[in-house]
């Protein structure tokens, strides 16, 4: 399996950028379907991004939708979530966690995906976006 390290999270202002990174650990990386989720205090822990194993499909929330870009760079075995125009709704514990299943990308394709389409979850990083 694939375990993954978050970093990139700060305090920005509301208009501002960040960009996450999720490190790998493993030669498997490319093999599986990467998303970004994030959590709330007192919230479930909601979708945000996803990416297939080859990073030629992703999907997004909608309320993210052009603002925030996932990409991935198997080489370096790095998944990134580019924010921009923060909104203090935004704030959050960010997470990275691969598919559970190599070289499936039904996880994109498919249904909005859910937490329990993961595994290998990261600690997460902090977001925190003032108004």
């Known amino acids: 399996q694939v375990q993954v390290v978050e970093s990139g999270g700060g305090l920005v202002q509301a208009g501002g950028s960040l960009r996450l990174s999720c490190a790998a650990a493993g030669r498997t990386f490319s093999r599986y379907s990467m998303g970004w989720f994030r959590q709330a205090p007192g919230k479930e822990r909601e979708f945000v991004a996803a990416?297939?194993?080859?990073?030629?499909?992703?999907t997004y929330a909608g309320s993210v939708k052009g603002r925030f870009t996932i990409s991935r760079d198997n080489a370096q075995n790095t998944l990134y979530l580019q924010m921009n125009s923060l909104k203090p709704e935004d704030t959050a514990v960010y997470y990275c966690?691969?598919?559970?299943?190599?070289?499936?990308?039904?996880?994109?394709?498919?249904?909005?995906?859910?937490?329990?389409?993961?595994?290998?979850w990261g600690q997460g990083t902090q977001v925190t976006v003032s108004s």
């Open positions: 966690a691969a598919g559970r299943r190599s070289w499936d990308s039904t996880v994109v394709t498919g249904s909005t995906p859910r937490p329990a389409d993961f595994g290998s």
């Open positions: 990416i297939n194993w080859s990073g030629g499909l992703s």
